[in-house]
């Protein structure tokens, strides 16, 4: 890395941004989505069980890339996750100095001051192993190293779903490229056609081959083939739908607003003539317009979350400093001062994040009015969160070892470690307040326990016999034990 280029600033900026992150990481008390914690126990189980490694919730392509440091335990595979998002920046300042990008020093704070690349960018979750695999294509296929290119296209469906249609994008860019197959074909030119058809079968081939070989391995070792889930669009109601526009508010407040209007400067302003190799960034407006789409159309359990997007950081960042370098000229040095300044202050706000992570949004939880910190604090437990770890304890010390419980709340384990001890009943989608037997302990929660999917409403249990033994959390986390 010393002989990138990207000059000492560019290094200092990227320790800042950095920092930041680790900072975060470091004292972090929570976690900003309760998958990550399913991601990590799981990950963490391949070295008991593993068939883990091919769980297709838990997505194979994720757990690939963390399993060995979930080993170690949660912050090592946090810490793992963050060196990955390091080096997509970095991968991201050498696609700026490929692009001639000057102000090359400006740009990992236009990526790491992000408003949520701090709380996004180690946990361990889909989020930065789909970026850091995006970048990588983009950067190998940018020089012209096609096979590893294609592969990363291709590994991107098995990190999160909607990576598949990226594949087919860059499948459509080299069989359209200056020399393409398809190309030719379009110009009725046959020979030249068929002479550049096995080129592009030898690269359709490297992007199909982690799809297949990962399809492969989970039919062989858990019976289930992973891509038939792409002709399930609906599987549930549960997370609905809503604006075609939400996916550009979640832009706003997540990569921030100082970002984003020098994103847009940057993206719309003195194009000239476009290269075909260029054309290969149009995959990161798709996939914006993609997500957009599918919330609206209340498809694949979307739920319209603006950590989906995240993804697109280093696209972002590289338009927001196209941006910054058509302002600059124009600006004092005191102007350009307060531009980067407000880049990095905004970025240590946070305040989507000072206000998104709680609880309030739980049933029953009463509101807790939230003050905006002129630094974004570490995440702490919310109330809810507290209840899980208090219910938690309560369990372990008074149950018995023969004890038969239930729970499906994945940050529950995660503050026990999988171990409270009793006889843990089996799966929770095959199980019902009225099919469980006498005796059973329920440690419910207002989060998940209600949903459609799973069906232990309050009503259900007082229908069933079941006994309430304990409550925490304003009512959120209760213990129930069935007569």
């Known amino acids: 890395m010393r002989n990138d280029g990207l000059g000492k600033y560019f290094w200092l900026s990227f320790a800042l941004a950095i920092a930041w992150s680790l900072y975060r990481l470091l004292t972090n008390q929570a976690w900003i989505l309760d998958d990550e914690i399913a991601h990590f126990l799981i990950s963490a189980?391949?070295?008991?069980?593993?068939?883990?490694?091919?769980?297709?919730?838990?997505?194979?392509?994720?757990?690939?890339?963390?399993?060995?440091?979930?080993?170690?335990?949660?912050?090592?595979?946090?810490?793992?996750?963050?060196?990955?998002?390091?080096?997509?920046?970095?991968?991201?300042?050498?696609?700026?100095?490929?692009?001639?990008?000057?102000?090359?020093?400006?740009?990992?704070?236009?990526?790491?001051?992000?408003?949520?690349?701090?709380?996004?960018?180690?946990?361990?979750?889909?989020?930065?192993?789909?970026?850091?695999?995006?970048?990588?294509?983009?950067?190998?296929?940018?020089?012209?190293?096609?096979?590893?290119?294609?592969?990363?296209?291709?590994?991107?469906?098995?990190?999160r779903h909607e990576g598949i249609a990226l594949s087919g994008l860059f499948g459509l860019w080299v069989i359209f490229a200056p020399g393409g197959f398809a190309r030719f074909l379009a110009r009725g030119d046959w020979k030249k056609s068929l002479s550049a058809f096995p080129h592009a079968v030898w690269i359709g081939a490297w992007t199909i081959l982690p799809m297949v070989l990962i399809n492969i391995a989970t039919q062989l070792t858990r019976g289930e083939v992973p891509f038939l889930m792409f002709f399930e669009s609906k599987p549930t109601e549960m997370y609905g739908s809503g604006p075609l526009w939400l996916y550009c508010q979640h832009l706003a407040t997540g990569a921030g607003f100082p970002i984003v209007i020098l994103f847009l400067i940057g993206a719309f302003r003195k194009w000239g003539s476009v290269k075909w190799d260029l054309l290969l960034y149009a995959t990161y407006p798709a996939y914006f317009a993609l997500q957009s789409i599918i919330y609206w159309k209340g498809l694949f359990a979307s739920g319209g979350y603006y950590h989906f997007i995240m993804p697109m950081a280093p696209f972002v960042g590289l338009v927001a400093l196209r941006g910054f370098n058509l302002v600059k000229p124009k600006l004092p040095t005191w102007g350009v001062a307060l531009v980067v300044g407000a880049v990095v202050y905004t970025g240590l706000l946070m305040p989507q994040q000072q206000f998104i992570v709680g609880d309030t949004h739980i049933a029953g939880m009463p509101h807790e009015g939230k003050s905006l910190k002129i630094i974004a604090p570490p995440m702490t437990q919310s109330r809810y969160g507290q209840g899980l770890k208090d219910a938690a304890a309560w369990t372990k010390e008074n149950i018995p070892a023969d004890q038969p419980w239930i729970s499906h709340h994945t940050a529950l384990t995660y503050w026990n470690h999988g171990k409270i001890i009793g006889q843990k009943l089996g799966a929770w989608d095959n199980l019902t307040p009225k099919n469980l037997p006498s005796g059973t302990l329920l440690i419910w929660d207002a989060q998940y326990s209600t949903q459609e999917s799973f069906g232990f409403t309050l009503e259900a249990l007082e229908a069933n016999g079941w006994q309430e033994e304990k409550s925490w959390a304003h009512g959120t986390v209760r213990v129930f034990r069935k007569k």
């Not at 979930?70 to 998002?85: E, I, K, P, V, Y």
């Open 45 to 159: 189980d391949v070295w008991n069980n593993p068939k883990e490694l091919w769980h297709s919730w838990s997505r194979p392509g994720r757990n690939l890339l963390h399993f060995i440091p979930a080993h170690f335990g949660l912050t090592s595979a946090r810490l793992w996750t963050l060196f990955l998002a390091g080096v997509a920046m970095w991968l991201t300042g050498r696609e700026g100095k490929r692009l001639g990008l000057a102000n090359l020093w400006v740009l990992p704070l236009l990526v790491g001051f992000q408003w949520w690349f701090p709380e996004l960018s180690y946990p361990v979750l889909t989020q930065t192993p789909f970026m850091i695999t995006w970048i990588a294509g983009v950067f190998f296929a940018m020089r012209k190293h096609l096979v590893p290119a294609a592969i990363c296209f291709g590994y991107l469906g098995l990190v």
